[in-house]
């Protein structure tokens, strides 16, 4: 009852919501960092959370991918409640996150890294297998690699990419796992222009066959990028929308751009 409720109160009309966010919490001793936040993001649309310095949108991504637990509300994924599970049992209900925070083996080669990613999701023991055991998840690391421009590099350590490479690299090991939903915290940080427009190319083209929540600071690419923008500000949401409705809100305005 609850479940099927959900799935029909999703963001885009006649979308599926993928992602049900309901009145999510959480307090760091007096600081309530995340305050009653509630939001869908529709099936194969890319949702953005954007808000200043502070605003909670690192704290919401961690309540939602587990990494800590909320004080109150919930997390539905595809209807069912998820909520407070941990970030592995995340991974395998269809819920992988990338990190703000680069998370990959800089010591192994490139496909390793995503050899390793895929194979887990066979069997997790099979990721202690040497490479090429598994020809499913060299075939899907190789495919990976080719679709983010990376297959020149296959046989590099990943600590010897570029930032960028990295940053997409990181992007490819999330994806490995074959998520349904896919949260990308700040997928652009620190890069350059030209890397930027590639990589937003890269997330656009992901929108449809899965679902894709992001945080990100540049504001040109999320307005052109997103389907819908929530806007956090003081750890509540303070507005949520299509790109246009959002930029034009005076509460964003003020609150985000700086200006009413
Ligand atoms: N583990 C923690 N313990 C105590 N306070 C925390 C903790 N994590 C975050 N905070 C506080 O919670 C608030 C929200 O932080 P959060 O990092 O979620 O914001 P953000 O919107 O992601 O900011 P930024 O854009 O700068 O990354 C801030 O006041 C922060 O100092």
Redesign the pocket.
Known sequence: MIASSLKTAAAGAGVACALGVRDLSVN??G?Q?VAGVGFDAAAGRITSVI??????????FNLISGAIRPTGGRVTLDGADVTGRSPDRLLAAGLSRSFQITNLFFELPVLENLRIAAQVLERPWYALRPVGHSRRALAKADALLERFGLSAKARELAGNLSHGEQRRLEIAVALAAEPRVLLLDEPTQGMSHGDTADTGALIRSLAGELTVLL?E?DIGLVMSLSDHVVV?AQ?RKIAEGPPAVVRADPAVQAAYFGHG
Not at 51 to 57: Q, S
């Open positions: 760091f001793g600081l960092a808000g200043p310095n502070g605003a909670g949108k690192s704290t919401l945080i600071h956090m750890g």
